[in-house]
């Protein structure tokens, strides 16, 4: 039986793992919905990623899963199906939100480093234990760099401790660090902001997010200048710019750029 309890409330996705017992820990058929789930989500704006109760966010892959691989190709299997999960949430054309209250260890920090944002309590803790078990940290563990610095990744990475969220080595990767009563407050007040913005640029924006972090700066310059033309094909970009330009008292058909326009 899935762990995912997964609810649409207006323009958000709430995806909750639910299996307090167990610290939220997720099996394969959970990895396997979870990018369908994501997939075929309509009219959302923002994806929100909890774990149920008050221990963890989810202590990551459930440790079966593991044990049940035998072979390489058994575990080629599993590891791609986990591949194309993170990647699912990591692409998604809408704002991800990680909202962490506990353990995120393994899998799930993975999961955490593929969203777009962090919002974590002060008791919770991060860890990259594979390495205890004798396999790698693999796929989106490559993002953590990016976060808490070369350095202390492979800290993580190869001691497979685990680390408070006020510890100096992950310094970057929580975008708030709230005590445990302000997460919903903290969820809310980021979700105001992202959910206003039409699907059109937040699908755009999301793009270029990939493409910066797959391409040079010149390749990632030139697909920049398409997405942007690209968006005044849609309808949602013209009515934000009229909305927008009716805010600052001005015609839309004859708004130039004066030293008097405030620019977005």
Same mark, same amino acid.
């Given at each position: 039986m899935g762990i995912l309890d997964v609810q649409q409330r207006g323009s958000v996705l709430h995806v909750t793992f639910d299996r307090p017992e167990k610290l939220n820990a997720m %099996?394969?058929?959970?990895?396997?919905? *979870?990018?369908a789930l994501i997939a075929e989500? +309509? &009219?959302v704006r923002a994806i929100v990623f909890r774990g149920a109760g008050e221990r963890a966010f989810s202590a990551g892959v459930d440790v079966s899963e593991f044990l049940a691989l035998t072979t390489p190709d +058994? @575990? %080629?299997?599993?590891?791609?199906a986990l591949r194309d999960m993170l @990647?699912?949430? !990591? !692409? $998604?054309?809408?704002?991800?939100?990680? $909202? /962490?209250? =506990? #353990?995120? /260890? =393994? &899998?799930?920090?993975? *999961?955490?480093? @593929?969203?777009?944002?962090?919002?974590?309590?002060?008791?919770?803790?991060? &860890?990259l234990p594979e390495i205890k078990l004798g396999i790698p940290s693999v796929i989106d563990a490559g993002l953590l760099q990016? #976060?808490? =610095?070369? &350095?202390? $990744?492979?800290?993580m990475i190869l001691t497979g401790d685990l680390y408070p969220a006020s510890a100096p080595q992950l310094f970057g990767l929580c975008n708030r660090l709230v005590e445990p009563g302000e997460l919903e407050e903290a969820v809310d007040a980021f979700l105001a902001k992202v959910t206003r913005h039409t699907t059109t640029v937040l699908a755009s924006q999301k793009r270029l997010f990939e493409t910066w972090q797959n391409t040079t700066v010149d390749v990632g310059i030139d697909v920049s200048v398409g997405e942007f033309a690209g968006t005044f094909a849609a309808a949602d970009t013209m009515e934000a710019l009229a909305s927008y330009a009716a805010k600052l008292g001005i015609e839309? @058909?004859?708004? %130039? !750029?004066? =030293?008097?326009?405030t620019a977005g």
């Open positions: %099996r394969r058929e959970d990895i396997d919905a *979870l990018p989500a +309509s &009219g +058994s @575990a %080629r299997d599993f590891i791609s @990647a699912s949430v !990591r !692409r $998604a054309p809408v704002t991800t939100i990680c $909202a /962490i209250d =506990g #353990y995120c /260890i =393994g &899998g799930a920090l993975e *999961l955490a480093v @593929a969203c777009d944002v962090r919002l974590v309590t002060t008791r919770s803790s991060f &860890g990016q #976060y808490v =610095g070369l &350095g202390h $990744a492979k800290e839309r @058909a004859s708004a %130039r !750029r004066t =030293g008097e326009d």
